[in-house]
């Protein structure tokens, strides 16, 4: 019942205040309505989590945010570093107690959570997100719907792809069926092709998918018939085999050496992960990219990244609108990408600040067919069942089938909102 009040409540705050932004003053505008050509400056806080000294934020603050201010003047933005560790609950503090800013770059995974909650303004009637929807991928663009809904847009994203060390692979494998040849070679030299970062959805899923696995239906609503389905049972029981034989590294279960290091040792060969390992530790060795290889689902990878969600407690909707389009415009999208954020548009992909990086090309393939983690509130509880599932798969202490339909029964009461 808390929470169909507290939907309640913010539903009618959101509902007055998208009214507001649309007549003079309210919102922030001049009689016209445009916050743009507001006289007296309107101020929007915007939450997001780069830290203080990185080149994100500098480039946010320098360069992207006086580009807006200086193109809609009636508008300033205060841009608020918030650290990450303990933001969800101050979130979830602010729900009940207020404080909440104008606009967050939030975590995707947390953007279905939020929205159950009624706290965030639906956004698929504002003026201009048909263009966003049509020029941002629909991956990261999936992460912010809810029942039909979409309460946020994407801002950036990143991917998972198969990053190997050159000196051990001199070609990247493109099937699963090249990935167990070369696994098996480098078994005999006492090395590992493959090993992941752990038994979690972000670092199974895409192996789990790319093997034809599924978690839900498409319409996120039950878990039982497909997570435990024969197609998904095979997906796993492939990923278990390369366990049993020998062929996956130990970090994939959370032995040593973990998957970095293994990586820098030499000890594998290969690792699925972001853009981020390649720009750490490729100074120190050759890796280069390539998309996962395909199995029977394709070459399918999980969606990272986040979110612009605007809060429905905001007075200065519009002007908090057109923030966030500007963001996700040609010059926003670029210009983070100068300082290696990932663009969500199709344009921004196709910058220079994106082609110019070589291994890069391999995350914009990947992100092509990358999928969502089951964007749904309970995703944080769900996480928790598939970690459990996988590592106790992995590690034998219960049958694919067992785990996968003892986690979809799990699943099912938390994909209907019990």
Request: one cysteine or more; glycine letters at 12%.
């Amino acid at each position: 019942m808390k929470r169909k009040v507290i939907r309640s409540a913010f539903a009618g705050i959101a509902g007055v205040a998208l009214l507001a932004g649309c007549t003079a003053g309210g919102g922030g505008g001049d009689a016209s309505g445009d916050p743009c050509a507001s006289e007296t400056p309107i101020e929007i806080e915007f939450w997001h989590t780069y830290s203080t000294d990185s080149a994100e934020n500098t480039q946010l603050t320098e360069t992207v945010i006086p580009k807006f201010e200086e193109e809609c003047p009636g508008v300033t933005v205060n841009a608020v570093v918030m650290p990450y560790d303990g933001l969800h609950d101050q979130l979830i503090a602010g729900v009940s107690g207020g404080g909440l800013p104008d606009l967050m770059r939030m975590d995707i995974i947390w953007t279905p959570e939020f929205a159950d909650l009624g706290v965030l303004v639906p956004v698929d009637d504002l003026p201009g997100f048909d263009e966003i929807e049509a020029s941002v991928l629909p991956g990261p663009l999936s992460t912010n719907e809810l029942a039909g809904e979409h309460y946020g847009v994407p801002l950036d994203t990143n991917t998972q792809a198969f990053v190997y060390n050159t000196d051990l692979v001199s070609e990247a494998p493109t099937t699963f069926d090249e990935l167990i040849d070369l696994a098996e070679d480098l078994k005999a030299e006492g090395k590992y092709a493959l090993a992941l970062g752990g038994a979690g959805p972000w670092n199974v899923l895409p192996w789990f998918w790319s093997a034809g696995g599924s978690v839900t239906d498409d319409a996120y609503t039950t878990a039982t018939g497909y997570l435990d389905s024969q197609d998904s049972i095979d997906a796993l029981q492939w990923l278990v085999d390369l366990q049993n034989d020998g062929l996956l590294g130990p970090s994939s279960t959370g032995g040593t050496p973990d998957s970095w290091g293994g990586l820098s040792s030499g000890d594998y060969a290969a690792l699925s992960d972001g853009p981020w390992l390649v720009s750490a530790l490729g100074g120190d060795l050759n890796l280069a990219a390539a998309a996962i290889p395909a199995g029977p689902g394709g070459s399918i990878s999980v969606v990272g990244g986040e979110n612009l969600v605007m809060f429905a407690t905001s007075e200065k909707q519009s002007a908090t609108w057109e923030f966030e389009k500007f963001l996700l415009g040609d010059f926003a999208q670029s210009a983070m990408a100068e300082v290696g954020q990932i663009p969500v548009t199709q344009a921004g992909l196709a910058s220079d600040a994106v082609t110019s990086v070589p291994y890069l090309a391999a995350y914009v393939e990947q992100l092509q067919t990358a999928q969502a983690r089951t964007p749904v509130a309970k995703w944080p509880q769900i996480d928790v069942i598939l970690t459990d599932a996988f590592m106790s798969a992995l590690r034998g202490t219960a049958s694919v089938e067992d785990a996968l339909t003892d986690a979809a029964a799990k699943i099912d009461p938390l994909l209907a909102g019990d």
